[in-house]
């Protein structure tokens, strides 16, 4: 998970610096006063974010797997502490309801 964080965040900076070039260079508009540099973070975001989609598909899945395994085996243990768990009054109600 943490490489797909720094990958994205790599390509986040990427574009940043690429959108930044270009606005400093005059061929994208500058931001309104002196909003420019908000204007060049969100015009990076906009970017990056479908270039991540695309690039980072087989990464973001790795990390899929990886999250799922960690989610069974919590799941896995949790089941077992509650099957250690039981509460010995319940085994006598379960005994008394079978005898019954």
Excluded: H
Excluded at 20 to 42: E, K
Excluded at 43 to 65: G, H, M, N, T, Y
Excluded at 90 to 97: G, T
């Amino acid at each position: 998970m943490l490489r797909y964080t720094l990958m994205r965040l790599g390509i986040l900076v990427g574009c940043f610096v690429v959108v930044w070039g270009l606005v400093y260079s005059g061929l994208v508009p500058r931001g309104l006063g002196d909003s420019n540099g908000l204007w060049i973070v969100m015009l990076a975001l906009v970017i990056s974010a479908p270039i991540s989609f695309v690039v980072l598909r087989k990464e973001r899945d790795r990390a899929s797997v990886n999250v799922v395994a960690r989610v069974d085996r919590m799941k896995a243990n949790l089941e077992a502490n509650r099957s250690q768990e039981d509460d010995p009054a319940d085994d006598s109600a379960k005994a008394r309801s079978q005898a019954s």
